[in-house]
């Protein structure tokens, strides 16, 4: 692959930067501050939707979104895209000024590829202008979700209507404010073949039945105000129509939807991992132990240099890794999406763990981005499947490829 960026990849790219210069890092406190004191919790500040405007208003809007989706987004490859998602994950906040945050992103793709029409004037619409937020109901409680044929909830047709039952929880985005649909995955004939029981559909969050029962912490943080709800669906009635593709294709929409997904977290935490290597260099210069500033002390140059190449090996993984699925497909290209799923949160947290180190106590407080990204890159390991899934799986196509 070619490991130069296009000329219009590095346009966008310092767009993005100057833009993140200009307007989140200045505030990025202020942000904090005030999710903090707000009393309501899954309010979002009214400073983001200022935020949103000036990117729409700098065409810096809904990047994510491939060619295909023209003109709704920027037209961009999985690589192109790849450099611009990695300054967004540098601030935990700021995908969502570009409109380019999970599972907002996951959802419109889904919609956008497997929706009807009704679905996405509906839906699709007012994501796409970043006016109502989204949610994924998956995981569940009671059984290992990391395989999805195990899900309970059950969707039953009656009708013209489909009536839903289950506990759903670590659903990122419902307990938003801004939340305004789900998309849950249910089983719809348990008698079919195993990877044709599962179907999605959507759930508007208001509909009667819908209780969002309390929020997940993720390694003690909320992540207000997007959060992580647990949620519970009985006897849910919604029209027929709002099946996504068809009865038993749940597998199918949900495999169209994880590759980008998956690759996009992988981007993001890269930039966390980048943003903690920087502050930490910032660190050492300013800190004196011993009789001499901690850049001068040989066990902080290596773990410097050990940071270094873990981001730097993993943004090359990652940067094939999109390139891989721009020529060949997700499907062909499943190998490396798993690898770098594999590769990049364990980097991310190795690298933000020593950053924590070299800043001592304040690492760990209220007073650095660190211990949040650290829980972030560590709750990754397990969001869109925990690491032995995809170690498990590519292991055995490794296997097989070499005996074929």
């Given at each position: 692959?070619?490991?130069d960026?296009?000329e219009k990849?590095?346009?966008?790219?310092?767009q993005?930067?100057?833009?993140?210069?200009?307007?989140?890092?200045?505030?990025?406190?202020?942000?904090?501050?005030?999710?903090?004191?707000?009393?309501?919790?899954?309010r979002?500040?009214e400073?983001?939707?200022?935020?949103?405007?000036?990117a729409k208003?700098?065409?810096?809007?809904?990047?994510?979104?491939?060619?295909?989706?023209?003109?709704?987004?920027?037209?961009?490859?999985?690589?192109?895209?790849?450099?611009?998602?990695?300054?967004?994950?540098r601030?935990?906040?700021?995908?969502?000024?570009?409109n380019?945050?999970a599972?907002?992103?996951?959802?419109m793709?889904?919609?956008a590829?497997?929706?009807?029409?009704?679905?996405?004037?509906?839906?699709?619409e007012?994501?796409?202008?970043?006016?109502?937020?989204?949610?994924?109901a998956?995981?569940?409680p009671?059984?290992a979700?990391?395989?999805a044929t195990?899900?309970?909830?059950?969707?039953?047709r009656?009708g013209?209507?489909?009536?839903?039952?289950g506990?759903?929880?670590?659903t990122?985005?419902?307990?938003?404010?801004?939340?305004?649909?789900?998309?849950?995955?249910g089983?719809?004939?348990?008698?079919?073949a195993?990877?044709?029981?599962?179907?999605?559909?959507?759930?508007?969050?208001?509909t009667?039945g819908?209780?969002?029962?309390?929020?997940?912490?993720?390694?003690?943080?909320l992540?207000?105000?997007?959060?992580?709800?647990?949620v519970l669906?009985e006897?849910?009635r919604?029209?027929?129509?709002?099946?996504?593709?068809?009865?038993?294709?749940?597998?199918e929409?949900?495999q169209?939807?994880l590759?980008?997904?998956?690759?996009?977290?992988?981007?993001?935490?890269?930039?966390?991992?980048?943003?903690?290597?920087d502050?930490a260099?910032?660190?050492?210069?300013?800190?004196v132990?011993f009789?001499k500033?901690?850049?001068k002390q040989?066990?902080?140059?290596?773990?410097?240099?050990?940071?270094?190449?873990?981001?730097?090996?993993?943004?090359l993984?990652?940067?094939k890794?999109?390139?891989?699925?721009?020529?060949y497909?997700?499907k062909v290209?499943?190998?490396?999406i798993?690898?770098i799923?594999?590769?990049?949160?364990?980097?991310?947290?190795e690298?933000?763990?020593?950053?924590i180190?070299?800043?001592?106590?304040?690492?760990?407080?209220?007073?650095t981005?660190?211990?949040?990204?650290?829980?972030?890159?560590r709750?990754?390991?397990?969001?869109?499947?925990?690491?032995?899934?995809?170690?498990?799986?590519?292991?055995?196509?490794?296997?097989?490829d070499?005996n074929?």
């Amino acid at each position: 692959m070619n490991f130069d960026y296009s000329e219009k990849t590095l346009a966008l790219l310092e767009q993005v930067k100057n833009f993140m210069d200009e307007h989140v890092y200045p505030v990025e406190q202020q942000y904090h501050d005030l999710v903090a004191n707000n009393p309501n919790t899954w309010r979002t500040p009214e400073i983001m939707e200022d935020l949103k405007a000036k990117a729409k208003n700098a065409g810096l809007w809904n990047l994510f979104l491939p060619k295909e989706y023209l003109p709704h987004g920027a037209g961009l490859t999985n690589l192109e895209y790849a450099p611009l998602c990695e300054q967004m994950g540098r601030v935990l906040f700021s995908a969502e000024i570009f409109n380019c945050s999970a599972p907002d992103t996951g959802n419109m793709e889904v919609l956008a590829k497997y929706g009807n029409e009704e679905q996405k004037t509906q839906w699709l619409e007012p994501l796409l202008a970043g006016e109502v937020r989204s949610a994924f109901a998956m995981t569940e409680p009671e059984v290992a979700s990391s395989d999805a044929t195990n899900i309970e909830t059950s969707i039953v047709r009656d009708g013209d209507e489909y009536v839903i039952n289950g506990r759903k929880w670590y659903t990122s985005g419902a307990m938003n404010e801004n939340c305004r649909i789900l998309i849950v995955m249910g089983k719809t004939d348990t008698n079919a073949a195993r990877h044709q029981q599962q179907s999605q559909i959507l759930v508007p969050l208001d509909t009667k039945g819908v209780t969002v029962l309390r929020p997940m912490s993720a390694m003690g943080y909320l992540d207000e105000p997007i959060g992580h709800a647990e949620v519970l669906f009985e006897d849910v009635r919604v029209p027929s129509s709002n099946l996504v593709l068809g009865e038993g294709r749940g597998f199918e929409v949900a495999q169209g939807r994880l590759g980008p997904g998956r690759i996009h977290h992988c981007m993001r935490l890269i930039g966390c991992a980048q943003r903690a290597l920087d502050l930490a260099c910032e660190r050492v210069e300013q800190r004196v132990a011993f009789g001499k500033p901690l850049s001068k002390q040989q066990s902080v140059r290596e773990s410097i240099a050990q940071m270094y190449c873990k981001i730097e090996q993993a943004r090359l993984l990652t940067l094939k890794a999109a390139d891989h699925m721009d020529k060949y497909g997700n499907k062909v290209a499943k190998n490396i999406i798993a690898a770098i799923k594999i590769v990049a949160p364990k980097m991310a947290c190795e690298v933000i763990d020593e950053a924590i180190q070299l800043h001592g106590a304040a690492g760990t407080s209220q007073d650095t981005v660190l211990s949040a990204t650290l829980a972030y890159a560590r709750t990754i390991r397990l969001a869109d499947g925990p690491d032995q899934v995809h170690m498990m799986q590519l292991g055995r196509n490794l296997i097989q490829d070499q005996n074929t």
